[in-house]
């Protein structure tokens, strides 16, 4: 494994015109420098409005930051991150294409034949359980089949870092934990990196190598890093009975507690 991290953030701040008062500038994040190491996962948790998600449209290019800087494997990040995949927290699937022709719709947009597009993306979705349902369009598969073809999309692509925006959030807890097993062991087969959103502290230790808490924003920032020293491969519903991760979530949650709170308050005042 390389001791070149997947992605480098050093200082890195991001600043935007207010919407309601245009000449007034907010900062989402502020002095960020965070590293996501080759073949690890990493997730990141914090309030509601932290900029938790800002973070990951800089790691993937679509967003530039006011300050400081990205590296992507040593070499600086300029423009979209060719080297990630990203899967939205929304719905990313296109409508008129089935299950078969969204997980295609990357590989073909990469300029591979159409043959051999077919016969990866039939693979994939073989592998997250729904090679019989290739041609079924995105409104005749439900929420967990969606998460999973856009799951199988992200991957075949073969991406070197793997971005995830809250993928499961929608999910009911017992398809939610199906898929958090899905993908950590679809992740342990080629151990890419990954940088994981998440506002769920359970989800965040049980998937995670390592977890970074922010602070509330504005200004957002990292206040804490736990080094996940759970053993693998891991179910996500049984670890949560281990003592030991027990002993984390209560470490994470006496750091993340006061910032929760911080930014519940800063809801409802904005809301008054």
Same mark, same amino acid.
């Given at each position: 494994m390389s001791d070149t991290p997947a992605i480098l953030f050093d200082g890195v701040s991001c600043t935007f015109a207010d919407k309601d008062k245009p000449a007034q500038r907010y900062t989402a994040v502020r002095d960020v420098s965070l590293t996501v190491g080759a073949g690890e996962f990493v997730a990141v948790v914090g309030p509601t409005g932290c900029g938790k998600s800002t973070l990951l449209n800089v790691a993937a290019g679509l967003l530039e930051p006011s300050t400081g800087s990205v590296r992507v494997f040593g070499a600086p990040l300029a423009g979209i991150n060719r080297r990630a995949g990203y899967? /939205?927290?929304?719905?990313? @699937?296109?409508?008129?294409?089935?299950?078969? #022709? !969204?997980?295609?719709? #990357?590989?073909? /947009?990469?300029?591979? &034949?159409?043959? $051999?597009?077919?016969?990866?993306?039939? %693979?994939?979705?073989?592998? $997250? #359980?729904?090679?019989?349902?290739? =041609?079924?369009? &995105?409104? *005749? @598969?439900?929420?967990?089949?969606?998460?999973?073809?856009?799951?199988?999309? +992200?991957?075949?692509? %073969? &991406? %070197?870092?793997?971005?995830? %925006?809250? &993928? /499961?959030?929608?999910? =009911?807890? *017992? +398809?939610? *934990?199906?898929?958090? !097993?899905e993908l950590l062991e679809l992740w342990q087969g080629k151990r890419k990196a990954v940088l994981f959103i998440t506002h769920d502290l359970d989800e965040a230790i049980a998937m995670s190598d390592r977890v970074v808490v922010l602070s509330a924003g504005p200004a957002s920032h990292p206040i804490g890093e736990f080094a996940v020293d759970l053993a693998r491969p891991r179910d996500v519903a049984e670890i949560k009975t281990e003592p030991r991760f027990v002993e984390l979530h209560a470490a994470i949650w006496a750091v993340l507690r006061e910032e929760v709170l911080a930014g519940y308050a800063q809801q409802l005042e904005q809301a008054s």
């Open positions: 899967m /939205f927290q929304a719905e990313s @699937l296109m409508p008129w294409r089935t299950a078969l #022709g !969204n997980v295609m719709a #990357g590989l073909e /947009f990469r300029g591979m &034949p159409a043959a $051999v597009a077919r016969a990866l993306a039939e %693979d994939w979705l073989r592998r $997250v #359980g729904l090679a019989a349902f290739g =041609d079924r369009y &995105p409104h *005749q @598969l439900s929420g967990g089949m969606r998460k999973r073809t856009s799951l199988a999309q +992200t991957l075949a692509l %073969d &991406p %070197d870092i793997i971005l995830m %925006d809250e &993928p /499961f959030s929608a999910l =009911d807890i *017992q +398809t939610r *934990q199906l898929m958090e !097993n």
